[in-house]
């Protein structure tokens, strides 16, 4: 049982920044940031091999968000830039791929408790 840990959520207004972390109990191979809206289902906007590093990202969040990760820290993060209100929701960080599409929640079995990302215009 992996034990992921969000942190970094906050408020801010349009055009800000935010990074936020996710650390990992133990060394994953494979993981992934999703949000989740209200009233919308999960989905991924970003994951990143650990080994490697190649990622792969939504439409929604490229050229805006840059996922990294640590190794000896064992800690994911996500630097978000150029924020509008569209990306207000809670950013969970997943690993324990299973199968299936990158972006989809039921790739994943571990889960972290979710940060909230609030942006206003």
């Known amino acids: 049982q992996v034990q992921l840990m969000e942190s970094g959520g906050g408020s801010v207004q349009a055009g800000g920044s935010l990074r936020l972390s996710c650390a990992a109990s133990?060394?994953?191979?494979?993981m992934a940031w999703f949000v989740q809206a209200p009233g919308k289902e999960r989905e991924g906007i970003v994951s990143i091999y650990v080994d490697g590093g190649a990622t792969n990202y939504a439409d929604s969040v490229k050229g805006r968000f840059t996922v990294s990760y640590d190794k000896a820290k064992r800690i994911l993060y996500l630097q978000m830039n150029n924020l509008n209100p569209e990306d207000t929701a809670m950013y969970y960080c997943?690993?324990?791929?299973?199968?299936?599409?990158?972006?989809?929640?039921?790739?994943?079995?571990?889960w972290g408790q979710g940060t909230q990302v609030t942006v206003s215009s």
């Open positions: 133990e060394a994953p191979w494979r």
């Open positions: 997943a690993t324990g791929y299973k199968s299936g599409p990158w972006s989809a929640s039921s790739s994943y079995a571990f």
